[in-house]
């Protein structure tokens, strides 16, 4: 997995390579901020968990006593062979999570989904969990404080963009605490932050793909009104909207909520039509900002 995400260095631990730069890999040094993580959790018996990215293992050491089914999403090949010989049974994936079929996770009801996932991946990589993953529990991951603002943040606010409207029409995100550069080594140059993802009942599962198209449209020039952005497609059904929902048209794209922007989904011209068999499965929009 990118990353080898949620990994604390322990004193037993053998000799590994340096961490690699080409997949983000910084590995936590806090044994308190790993039991910390897997606490906001909430465990209870039996439930499955999938961790993404165990790196060198530490997470994957607190896991490893779960009753439950315990599996893990692993890239770094040197990474992957280790988890393995140390943790016998783990059940571990040899697969990129930009790449892993999360569709597949719905033969596992009440997974639980946990990691420290990159910096350089966390954003599209949660974008396509959230809206292909299902009858999951919780997720919860440490990413760079300033994602996990976008991730948490509501409209009108000036961290609110593409990636926060999207995760806000499949899940209640949360910010649940912040994480100092010290406790990771090698030490980034930035604050991280633990977020913890419930799944909304009402997911946005049918408008997913009108809805990714809009949001890049929209987000890619956040600083337009709304009436001049959607200006070609404007239609009387869009304007008996704004009135219903009291939304002036030069309104810009930050002040409206996921659930606003998913309804207009639905009625905007030319927004996600039929699917080109030739584009790939993912909605992911390229604007995450």
Known sequence: MNGSAGSCIVTSMPDFASPKRSLGQNFLADPNICR??????????????????????????????????????????????????????????????????????AAMPGLCLVGNLPYNVASPMIWEMVSRCRNWKTMVFMVQKEVAQRLTAREGGRAY???????????????????????????PKVHSAVVRLSPR??????????????????FSRRRKQLGTILKSGWSAQMEEWCALNKVDRRVRPEDLGPDQLRALACIAVDVGGPRDPNLPESSRCDCLA
């Open 36 to 105: 910390r993580i897997v606490a906001t959790l909430g465990l209870e018996p039996g439930d499955p968990v999938l961790e993404i990215g165990p790196g060198r293992g530490a997470l994957t050491r607190i896991l490893n006593e779960h009753s439950g089914l315990v599996m893990a999403l692993e890239k770094d090949s040197d990474l992957v062979r280790h988890v393995r010989q140390t943790f016998p049974r783990v059940g571990v994936i040899h697969a990129d999570g930009l790449e892993f079929c999360w569709e597949g996770t």
């Open 161 to 187: 963009g593409a990636i926060s409207a999207w995760v806000g029409n499949f899940v209640r995100p949360e910010f649940v605490f912040t994480v100092p550069p010290q406790v990771f080594r090698p030490q």
């Open 201 to 218: 009942p009402d997911a946005a599962w049918a408008e997913a793909r009108r809805l990714s198209v809009l949001l890049k449209t929209l």
